[in-house]
């Protein structure tokens, strides 16, 4: 019967020491970003704010974060947390890139002339949470139909069709 | 018949002529777009000009959902994303909320997940190759391909009693440990499938018709995968040879042996090869698991009856039969999550259509949207 201590889930072999070759990396050549980088739950992840975002993503996939993973935003309800999500084959690791856009001005530059996988995901996120995306090609709604009122991810988003659900717990 | 014809319109080409476009609506309830998808594409004669993929047909909020249901009771949502794969999807979200909530799987479940998670990716990959089969018009290969994944979906069903959505694997471990019997019933089928799989590979890939339907078709360049953010069989037939297993790897899978099929061409060929070389390789993967698994618990101890994670955020990713699929979860304390976020690799892939279309024919549009495999559970959640 083999023991409990199996291997650690939450955080895969070498981890530790692919962030840290990472955050070495990350100081050394952009020492401004140092900062701004942290890690949290075994992952890393980097916090700047909305006019910085376009130039650190490029600094980052000049860096070795050459693959796109996806964009997305939480509704924190003053603001909204957008996160980018990339891919490094170079460190083995991916990293979040979050940056916040205020609730009373949801936009941000986009970032499809660096990885044009961000294309569908903008319009997913401009669909879902409202938040416009300056200089995308094409900023319309994806998964929803194009004359649907609203942004359905918000917090406050309210639809006379949508049955609440009861509280079980 | 559902291909309409929307418009015609009239263009002048270089040398003043008239030369009529013609735009045409295929889908989304259509027997050859795998599931709902609608393209619109624009044809000069019968040469595709530009295709745009319109999805959301299937779009149900499983996002939102999820905000409302505590973090058990999303894990059959989570079955519904990608539904011909749903062992894989139920993982990756599984493995988001244990990285979320610092939860360790005892390794018989891990083992266990590796072992569903491989049968899965045969049965998915055995539906696209399947797939490209009727859609090239070889049905019968479409039959032997389902052949193989019947044996699979049988083994589910005698694990938790399930063909399609199985519920199994849940934050902390599975939902049960293995009937008697099921190892020895899995290896008999593992021990079965690849020469069945090199037949499927001879017959189909082999045929002179399906080779002439397919090569060349829907050439994908190495730099556009990875600009474009393709990642599975879709990047791997290119020649890029990304895979999550090797580059990023997660649970027992640095322990097996195993390779990484990759392709050349980056065409309609080669993806669907890889994707029949990477069932082989799953066979390897299978019959070492069950050699190396051992007796234990297959659930974390003293796992609460309502996850209440800390607050903060994270994500976690796996390599499904799609491409990288990834779940980003972000909890503010309560049972329930805050915001989750699924990246699925069929709806990064699905942006290559419009690309990868142009200059093909419509029957090539076809063969073309087969190959990029996608399901739109995961496209449209």
Redo the contacts between chains.
Sequence with gaps: ??D?S?????V??DAGSSLEVLREALCSVHPDLCPLFSI????SVLMVSRAQLHATAAKLKELGF?????V?A??FGDDFEL?Y?L?S?RF???M?LKTEVPRDEPAIETITDL???????ER?VYD?MGIEFIGHPDLR?????DDWVGH??RKDYHDDDVIP?PDY? | MTIEIESRRSVTDEAGRGVDELVVNIGPSHPSTHGVCRVIAHLDGEVVVKAEPVIGYLHRGIEKMAENRTYLQVVPLTDRLDYVGSMYANWAYCRAVERLADIRVPERAEYIRVIVCELQRIASHMMGVGASGADTGAFTAFVYAFDIRERIVELFELLCGARLTYNYVRPGGVSADLPDGWIEACRAVVRAAPARLRELDDLFFGNYIAAGRMRGIGVLSAEDAVAWGATGPVARGSGVPFDLRKDDPYSVYPRLDFDVPVGESGDAFDRGRVKLFESIESCRIIEQALDQIEAGPVKASGLPRLIRPRPGDAYDHIESARGSLGVYLVSDGSPRPYRMKVRSPAFCNLQLLGRLAVGHTVSDLVVILGSLDPVFGEVDR
Excluded: C, K, Y
């Excluded at chain 1, 050459?66 to 996806?70: A, H, I, K, S, V």
């Excluded at chain 1, 990885?115 to 995901?121: F, L, S």
């Excluded at chain 1, 709604?141 to 139909?145: D, F, H, M, N, V």
């Design positions: 019967m083999s409990l199996a291997i650690p889930v939450p895969p072999a949290e739950f075994a992952d050459e693959r796109f993973g996806f997305t939480v509704d996160v999500r891919q084959t083995g690791v991916g979040s990885w044009p996988a961000a294309n569908w995901h997913e879902l709604r994806i998964l929803l139909p359905p991810l659900r717990i």
